[in-house]
């Protein structure tokens, strides 16, 4: 990958959790590489060690958390290696998150304009006068209407829509190189979803930050990523670019979960569904984690664990059945569907490369 | 906020009268006569003490001369002492009861406050579990039974403090150590309890997030969160002060109002009685409304006089 224009990166990353029953293997070798500027989507299901891998990024994992091995390079720099101290300084300056649920994530007791120039006096050692000017205009840029009145505002005086914008007024407002952003909008209603989401977008183009996107709604990932890391197990199990995600999945856990993500054209009674439950990460199955759940599953899948295959420069995905020797088999329908017509915008843009009219690329945007 | 307060003083006044009532009736259930020496007087003799102190007339009627009393602010005179005037012999006595269970209050939060937050910083270390044993001894040891074990050891033994006298402040230790126990024990509990709450709170992840240190997440977030609820036991918490000052009082020969209400019951010192009921209510109430309004003060969300959305 493109060293020069990461901006972070981890490798190797592998974290325990200790429990009285054992350690929990939640994260197992994860590497991740955000570039300046990019929108990084991470997806898997509830348990598949996304928001523990943002957290070990901030340093914020629970007491009990191990961090067996593995580094995070920011700027060249490990931030396994910092101390507690360094850490408070990158965090909320220059690494900053938004959390899933903006009713509980504010402080119930302090104004929002407080809230928001909180981390321009701790790490820009502003006065408060000063710091809630800026939280001012920063309430204004996150399209707080009326900000003058609302900034001596308590969060309970505002909608959950609003507060997911003042939480992202407070990450933003030391301008972040990388914003981590977990599940924003799940808590959200639907029309609320968008409104933040376009405002996020706006706003990563206004002070270009680099987003950490996790979510599990892949609906979400098509408007907002630029590539897309599917995580299962602890372990990211296919990444690529948004198209090559979602029109050309090579791995069947992506195939389950693009099948099981409802559209438009879903005909039939029931919505597919990946069947079983993760594999329990105390005890780790040998082989691909996915295997026991997986339809496609070749019996190398229960021996020994899948290497990244190659399908193109930015897309690699983990699993068997992109070895030379394995049988071909065929996706679900959807998927082929998806392929087909990822075939066929293959085939525009070629066309759109002989110097005739400009291409609409409607179909890449949704 | 004015209306609030207007309509929290009718309320006080409603539930004076009632404490009132209940009481006077209560009161003349009691075994007795306000009589020490009943069998060497005549029966005329008695007739005319009682006839002195109207208590010839029937109970309602007495009542009635009670309530009328009470309302020009005439509380009676004593029966004990020498025909004192009820509400002055209260007054000379309500100060070191005030101080006592003042200084029990202060004592017994701060420090309940102080343990209970670094038993939640410190979860589940032995800092914790100290925490929690101070809490369970605070809450289970009775006062009295505490009052007489300090006189023992730190009076008798060691002889740092004076046993069972009034006079500076040297002597108001043990019995302030005796009666702030159980607020102690009780706020340590609660905070400790909210405050491992508040932690694991999203906004409390959130702080951490915007770099701020340990202390700052601590002293900005989560001891004002944790604290508000705090507030709401502070009422109980002065009741089990007031009723734990009678006993403690009267083990440490302290002239308060707690050991004369003990006093005066078993002499069946009506006005006195009265009074001091009269007293416990009052202050009972005023602390309440306190807390009522505090809760506003310190608790955006509820605040009384909040502006509308």
Not at chain 2, 250 to 255: E, G, L, R, T, V
């Amino acid at each position: 990958m493109d060293n020069k224009k990461d901006i972070l990166e981890v490798r190797n990353l592998q974290v325990n959790f200790k429990t009285y029953a054992g350690d929990v293997k939640a994260i197992r070798n994860v590497n991740l590489d955000l570039r300046k500027g990019e929108t990084l989507a991470i997806v898997g299901e509830s348990g598949s060690g996304k928001s523990v891998t943002t957290r070990t990024i901030m340093g914020l994992n629970a007491s009990n958390a191990d961090i067996v091995s593995g580094s995070i390079l920011y700027k060249g720099q490990d931030l396994l290696k910092k101390s507690e101290k360094e850490m408070q300084a990158i965090r909320g300056q220059d690494i900053a998150e938004i959390f899933q649920d903006p009713m509980t994530s504010l402080d119930p007791t302090m104004k929002i304009g407080r809230q928001i120039a909180e981390p321009l006096m701790v790490h820009k050692g502003m006065k408060k006068e000063k710091a809630l000017a800026q939280a001012l205009e920063m309430m204004k840029l996150v399209g707080i209407t009326d900000a003058e009145n609302r900034i001596n505002d308590y969060p309970h005086q505002f909608s959950g829509g609003m507060r997911q914008r003042i939480v992202i007024a407070i990450a933003l407002i030391n301008y972040p190189e990388v914003l981590i952003a977990d599940e924003p909008t799940t808590a959200l209603d639907v029309t609320i979803q968008a409104q933040i989401l376009n405002l996020m977008k706006e706003l990563q183009n206004k002070i270009s930050t680099s987003i950490i996107f996790i979510t599990h709604d892949l609906g979400v990932v098509a408007g907002m990523a630029d590539r897309v890391a599917v995580m299962y197990a602890g372990k990211i199990v296919e990444y690529g670019t948004v198209d090559e995600i979602f029109y050309n999945p090579k791995h069947p856990y992506t195939w389950g979960l693009l099948s099981s993500m409802p559209t438009l054209d879903s005909s039939g009674d029931s919505l597919p569904s990946i069947p079983g439950t993760p594999p329990d990460l105390l005890d780790p199955p040998t082989g691909d984690a996915f295997a026991a759940r997986n339809a496609y599953a070749l019996k190398i899948d229960t021996e020994k664990e899948p290497p990244f295959f190659k399908v193109s420069d930015t897309h690699y995905a983990a699993t068997w059945l992109l070895h030379p020797d394995a049988p071909k088999v065929t996706p679900p329908a959807q998927i082929v569907e998806r392929q087909k017509k990822y075939a066929k915008m293959q085939q525009d843009w070629l066309d759109a490369q002989r110097p005739t009219t400009p291409v609409e690329e409607e179909e890449e945007q949704q | 906020m004015a209306k609030y307060l207007a309509k929290r003083i009718f309320y006080l006044i409603l539930t004076l009268f009632i404490v009132i009532t209940v009481t006077f009736f209560l009161m003349k259930l009691l075994p007795g006569t306000p009589l020490t020496n009943q069998a060497k007087l005549s029966k005329s003799q008695i007739a005319l003490i009682y006839q002195q102190y109207g208590l010839d007339k029937p109970v309602w009627q007495q009542y009635l001369l009670y309530l009328a009393g009470a309302v020009k602010g005439n509380f009676g005179t004593s029966f004990q002492f020498s025909d004192q005037p009820v509400s002055y012999l209260l007054s000379s006595r309500i100060g070191p009861s005030l101080q006592i269970g003042l200084q029990a209050m202060i004592l017994g939060v701060i420090v309940g406050i102080v343990i209970g937050a670094l038993g939640a910083m410190r979860q589940n270390s032995w800092v914790d579990t100290t925490t929690t044993v101070v809490s369970i001894l605070g809450i289970s040891i009775p006062s009295f039974v505490l009052a007489v074990l300090l006189q023992y050891y730190l009076g008798l033994k060691l002889g740092w403090f004076p046993i069972a006298e009034w006079g500076g402040f040297i002597y108001t230790v043990l019995p302030t150590l005796a009666l702030g126990a159980t607020p102690l024990a009780e706020s340590a509990r609660f905070v400790r309890t909210e405050m491992v709450d508040v932690l694991s709170s999203d906004y409390i992840e959130l702080a951490k997030a915007k770099g701020l240190s340990r202390m700052g997440v601590i002293y900005h977030h989560a001891l004002r969160n944790s604290l508000i609820p705090l507030i709401t036991i502070v009422g109980p918490l002065a009741v089990n002060i007031m009723t734990g000052s009678m006993v403690v009082e009267n083990i440490f020969s302290i002239p308060g109002i707690g050991e004369q209400f003990v006093k005066s019951v078993l002499t069946n010192d009506y006005p006195t009685i009265m009074g001091l009921t009269i007293i416990y209510s009052f202050m009972l109430c005023v602390v309440l409304l306190i807390t009522d309004i505090l809760y506003g003060i310190v608790d955006p969300r509820i605040r009384i006089t909040g502006k509308a959305n």
